[in-house]
């Protein structure tokens, strides 16, 4: 009888070792897909990265059309400085003026 324990006791004992294996494996591999979803998912993850650079891109048009823009302004703001004739027009259509002896037609309904 004692043979048989003997045999159950190296049973239980390798079995031991290859459960011992197993929880070391699968404790590494939940540890490397942890890893892996900080990298991901994590503040400062792949998925953070790509939204910095769509946020970036999207400032960047912005920047684009606003530098367009103050162009254009500045554009008009020399024009209104120095050009009599463009002040005329701009004060005629802005503000409706006229001219001495001009008569302003005024029309009802649809605007063009």
């Known amino acids: 009888m004692q043979g048989r324990g003997v045999k159950r006791a190296v049973r239980y004992g390798a079995s031991s070792h290859q ?8 404790l590494v ?4 897909l942890g890893m892996m979803f900080w990298d991901i998912a994590g503040p400062y993850g792949i998925w953070k990265l790509y ?6 891109q ?5 920047n684009v059309e606003l530098v367009k823009l103050n162009t254009k302004l500045r554009n008009n ?3 209104l400085e120095h050009d009599r004739q463009y002040q005329e027009e701009v004060v005629r259509k ?3 003026w006229v001219r001495d002896g001009e008569i302003l037609y005024q029309f009802v309904g649809k605007d063009k």
């Not at 591999?29 to 490397?32: G, N, Q, Y």
């Not at 939204?51 to 970036?56: C, G, I, K, M, N």
């Not at 999207?58 to 912005?62: I, N, S, T, V």
């Open 58 to 62: 999207e400032l960047y048009q912005k």
């Open 51 to 56: 939204r910095l650079e769509v946020q970036r």
């Open 94 to 96: 802005e503000l409706g």
């Open 29 to 32: 591999v939940c540890v490397m």
């Open 77 to 79: 703001l020399a024009r």
């Open 19 to 26: 459960s011992r294996s197993r929880l070391k494996f699968w």
